[in-house]
Nanobody, 115 residues
Framework: QVQLVESGGGLAQAGGSLRISCLVS????????MGWYRQVPGKGRGLVGF???????KYTDSVKGRFSISRDIAKNTVYLQMNDLKPEDTNVYYC?????????WGQGTRVTVSS
C-alpha cells in the first residue's frame, strides 16, 4: 500500500512563508490527483488545492495567489509552498492522493501562523 508522509510544518509569522512536503512511498503517478487539505471547523477536511497527474495545479479561492503546489517526480514528492501566511491559515495540513474513487491520506503536519 502506498504511503504518504508529510513534513515541514511548524511556526511562521503572519506574512511569512513555509513549505510543506508530501513524500510518496511509491510513485506520484500511482494517483490521478495529489492534493492538500486542511480542517474546516464542523465540516471535516476542506480542499486547499491539488495537482493533476499531468502537472496542472488548482487552488481554492482562499489561497489563490498565496499558495502553490509543485512536485518533484524524481523524489516522489509533492510540495505546498505557502506565502503571505495569515493567522487563519493555522491548521493541520493533510496530503491526499486520489486514484479513481480511492483516497490515501498522510498523517498531517501542523502549521501555526502567529500574528
Amino acid at each position: 500500500q502506498v504511503q504518504l508522509v508529510e513534513s515541514g510544518g511548524g511556526l511562521a509569522q503572519a506574512g511569512g512563508s513555509l513549505r510543506i512536503s508530501c513524500l510518496v512511498s511509491g510513485s506520484i503517478f500511482d494517483f490521478d490527483y495529489m492534493g492538500w487539505y486542511r480542517q474546516v471547523p464542523g465540516k471535516g477536511r476542506g480542499l486547499v488545492g491539488f495537482i493533476t497527474s499531468g502537472g496542472t495545479p488548482k487552488y481554492t479561492d482562499s489561497v489563490k495567489g498565496r499558495f502553490s503546489i509543485s512536485r518533484d517526480i524524481a523524489k516522489n514528492t509533492v510540495y505546498l509552498q505557502m506565502n503571505d501566511l495569515k493567522p487563519e491559515d493555522t491548521n493541520v495540513y493533510y496530503c491526499n492522493g486520489r486514484s479513481g474513487e480511492t483516497d490515501s491520506w498522510g498523517q498531517g503536519t501542523r502549521v501555526t501562523v502567529s500574528s
